[in-house]
């Protein structure tokens, strides 16, 4: 499959990124071979174990847990497939590139956007995602980093507390006016295959904020029909959901971007006081649909296993009582009552045969909705040559759950329609 948008000729690309396995996800290598290139670089990354804990649910969707004690953010990452190889793959890219963005060694500049916007080409300021700890304004003195701007085909300076994940920095490389986090954060087998999952991301997170503002009468009209539901790695997934006794609701989140996105909730069918087990969701976001919808699928099993097995260090106790309250259980599991009415061949789709292909599609989608930069930032090392990406979209709202985030542009309007449609109800 073919588009008729060329990327620009970014830094650091080999060729178009033939697609090679096609299985669950879309990647130019299978998780083994993956696997078996990645896995001998753990020791230098500090990474010490990757754990099957699948076996602690019934559910039987392979999760694992992969652990990094010296992390400068978190020390366990987690990873979900259709098979062990892939989880054990998902699992340790995620720590692979929290290593390479705690670790960042290149140049950066000082200065204040009105001061560095005279002689360098800068994101828009005002367009990325930020928080209300602390202030901002134009002669704020920042540290920045040079990305490349695939939009434009041209480098641009972003303010450097988007690109890294060093929590244990301070002082200007942390100063807590962007929301310095993994949003973006990306690892493939190739930098386009890296490139496309970190747009994926953004867009994701973008959709998921743009989705809170919704109605309730507009989000149960984007229910799926789970029957209507045709990939066989989705009814892998489902059945085994059935099997375990776990009721399932899929909701499609796509934003007017276009790129599909969805979420997933589940909770046991049936109340067990003796087995007690909360609620969870997922979120996943691809050009294909049907991968998509596998990414919330699988993570929603993922995140469930997270809470069970108690080894994520960024979940409080306070949060473990949130998720294990029977009033939010019964919550969900009311959720989980209805019927979905929405086809799931509704929703759009995109599979190239190159990753050049699907990046260049996924930036016709953003184009079309306004957004006119997508800076990539290059973190691959060397010493390792596994591709890592730090993706930022000026003009996509940012993670919503973010402390203190201020929302974005695209969040407001959401709810400025939200209010229109509820005074025409009204009148």
Request: charged share 25%; proline share 6%.
């Amino acid at each position: 499959m073919e588009t008729q948008t060329k990327l620009p000729p970014m830094p650091g690309l080999s060729g178009p990124e033939k697609k090679r396995f096609m299985n669950g996800t879309h990647r130019t290598a299978s998780p083994e071979e993956t696997l078996d290139r990645i896995k001998g670089f753990m020791p230098a990354m500090g990474i010490t174990r990757i754990a099957n804990v699948t076996g602690l649910d019934a559910i039987g969707i392979p999760v694992v847990v992969v652990c990094r004690p010296n992390s400068r953010s978190l020390s366990v990452s987690q990873g979900k497939g259709l098979t062990l190889a892939a989880a054990k793959v998902s699992g340790l890219m995620e720590s692979i590139e929290a290593y390479h963005g705690e670790n960042i060694v290149r140049p950066l500049l000082l200065g204040s956007s009105r001061e560095l916007r005279r002689s360098h080409a800068i994101a828009d300021v005002s367009a990325l995602p930020r928080t209300s700890s602390v202030p901002f304004d134009e002669d704020t003195p920042l540290l920045w980093a040079e990305g490349y701007d695939l939009m434009r085909g041209a480098p641009v300076w972003v303010p450097y507390e988007l690109v890294h994940v060093n929590a244990t920095a301070t002082g200007r490389v942390n100063p807590g006016i962007f929301c310095c986090s993994t949003n973006g954060l990306s690892s493939g087998n190739g930098l386009l295959e890296a490139v496309s999952y970190g747009i994926c991301e953004v867009v994701e997170r973008d959709a998921t904020a743009v989705w809170g503002a919704l109605t309730d009468e507009e989000r149960d009209a984007r229910r799926l029909d789970l029957d209507s539901i045709d990939d066989p790695g989705c009814r892998e997934v489902l059945a085994k959901f059935a099997a375990a006794g776990v009721a399932v609701g899929a909701w499609e989140t796509t934003s007017d971007v276009g790129i599909p996105s969805y979420e997933c909730l589940i909770a046991e069918r049936t109340e067990d006081a003796v087995r007690a087990l909360h609620g969870s969701g997922g979120q996943g976001c691809h050009p294909s649909r049907a991968v998509a919808l596998l990414r919330a699928l699988t993570e929603a099993a993922q995140t469930r296993l997270t809470v069970i097995s108690g080894a994520r260090d960024d979940l409080l106790r306070a949060e473990y009582d949130r998720h294990r309250s029977p009033d939010q259980v019964r919550h969900v599991r009311r959720l989980l009552t209805a019927r979905g009415e929405r086809p799931f061949s509704a929703g759009p789709t995109f599979a190239g045969d190159t990753f050049e292909d699907d990046v260049a599609w996924q930036l016709e989608r953003l184009r079309a909705v306004g957004i006119d930069s997508v800076v990539a930032f290059d973190l691959t090392k060397p010493e390792f040559g596994i591709p890592v990406v730090k993706i930022v979209i000026p003009g996509l709202e940012g993670i919503h759950s973010f402390p203190n985030y201020i929302p974005g542009r695209r969040f407001r309007r959401a709810l400025e329609r939200r209010s229109a449609v509820s005074v025409k109800e009204i009148a």
